[in-house]
Every structure is written in structure tokens, then in C-alpha cells.
Nanobody, 132 residues
Framework: QVQVMESGGGSVQTGGSLTLSCTVS????????MGWFRQVPDKEREGVAV???????GYADSVKGRFTISHDKDKNTLYLQMNSLRPEDTALYYC??????????????????????????WGQGTQVTVSS
């Protein structure tokens, strides 16, 4: 059974940093997308940072240069390093994984992974609050 579990959320002041972690267990093969999304009340969930199994990554324009996504294959853990945080980064952050599709290298792009429709496994979310 696949499980997705986030950790690392919290409260920081503007300009601060946080690192989110996401452990994905119960799978044996991954060739598609994993990513971080966020959502605030009354708004749709949006893609923040995504990664393909080949290491290619993509970011929302609002976080480029401030957030970094990475993956530790040995630990089956996805990370999101968030620097220079702003109040507008306040949201519930979700980790997601697409473990049901096979994507050959060079046929799928990070832009595909920015859609919530690509994912079939989601964590419960971890809250990030940035105060001014």
C-alpha cells in the first residue's frame, strides 16, 4: 500500500527558511512525477515544484530562485527547501506522487507534472505560515 507523508511545516518570519520532507513508501518503481503543491482557502491547489524520475525539475514562477526540490532515492524521500519565504507563501503544502504511469525519458516534461491531474497519491498536507 502506497503511503505519502509530509513533515517539516511550521511558522517563520518573512525571509526565513523551511525544509519540507515527504516520505513515499509502498512502491517499487517510479518513472513519472513527484511534486509539491499548495493550497489556500477558497483557491485551487497549485503546483509549486515538481520533479521527474530522470531528475528534471520545474517550478512555479512565484518560487523560482527561492525553492529547491530534491529527491533522495535511498530514503524514498522528496524534499522542498524553501528560502526567502514571503507571507504569500503561507499555505497548506501537499506532496504528491504519480506511481501508476510509466514515462519514458524525453517524453514527459516538468510542465506536465504541474497539473494535479497527473497524481494519484497525495499526502495529508503540512501547514506553512509566514508572518510579516
Amino acid at each position: 500500500q502506497v503511503q505519502v507523508m509530509e513533515s517539516g511545516g511550521g511558522s517563520v518570519q518573512t525571509g526565513g527558511s523551511l525544509t519540507l520532507s515527504c516520505t513515499v513508501s509502498g512502491y517499487s518503481y517510479w518513472s513519472s512525477c513527484m511534486g509539491w503543491f499548495r493550497q489556500v482557502p477558497d483557491k485551487e491547489r497549485e503546483g509549486v515544484a515538481v520533479m521527474l524520475a530522470d531528475g528534471d525539475s520545474g517550478y512555479a514562477d512565484s518560487v523560482k530562485g527561492r525553492f529547491t526540490i530534491s529527491h533522495d532515492k535511498d530514503k524514498n524521500t522528496l524534499y522542498l527547501q524553501m528560502n526567502s519565504l514571503r507571507p504569500e507563501d503561507t499555505a497548506l503544502y501537499y506532496c504528491a506522487a504519480d506511481l501508476d504511469h510509466e514515462r519514458a525519458p524525453g517524453t514527459w516534461w516538468p510542465s506536465h507534472c504541474m497539473s494535479t491531474k497527473e497524481y494519484n497519491y497525495w499526502g495529508q498536507g503540512t501547514q506553512v505560515t509566514v508572518s510579516s
